[in-house]
Nanobody
Framework: QVQLVESGGGLVQAGGSLSLSCTPA????????MGWFRQAPGKAREFVGG????????LYGDSVKGRFTISRDNAKNTVYLQMSSLKPEDTALYYC?????????????????WGRGTQVTVSS
């Protein structure tokens, strides 16, 4: 069974920065695309960003472009989401996801494995 474990969430003031990490437990994820989604209360899950297995392609949701950066370190079996210029509307539960195959993209059904999420709260 594949498990994705997110960490790094917390409370930050608007304009601040925060970094999330995701580590797949139990198996290496070297050849999987990795992504981040988020869901705020009462709202649909939203694609934040994704990165191909060799990091030659990244894709971001429109609401985070230019502020968030996704990266990965396959040697450490970890994917990162660096968030800057945070806004109160970035407040959400952030999920890590992995895709076993192509194509991957902004739709939920393009991803095969999900973490349980880490909470990010941005105060105004």
């Amino acid at each position: 069974q594949v498990q994705l474990v997110e960490s790094g969430g917390g409370l930050v003031q608007a304009g601040g920065s925060l970094s999330l990490s995701c580590t797949p437990a139990g198996r290496p994820f070297t050849y999987y695309a990795m992504g981040w989604f988020r869901q705020a209360p009462g709202k649909a899950r939203e694609f934040v960003g994704g990165i191909s297995w060799n990091a030659d392609r990244t894709l971001y949701g429109d609401s985070v472009k230019g502020r968030f950066t996704i990266s990965r370190d396959n040697a450490k079996n970890t994917v990162y989401l660096q968030m800057s210029s945070l806004k109160p509307e970035d407040t959400a539960l952030y999920y890590c996801a992995a895709a076993d195959g192509t194509p991957w993209g902004p739709r939920d059904n393009q991803w095969d494995y999900w973490g349980r999420g880490t909470q990010v709260t941005v105060s105004s």
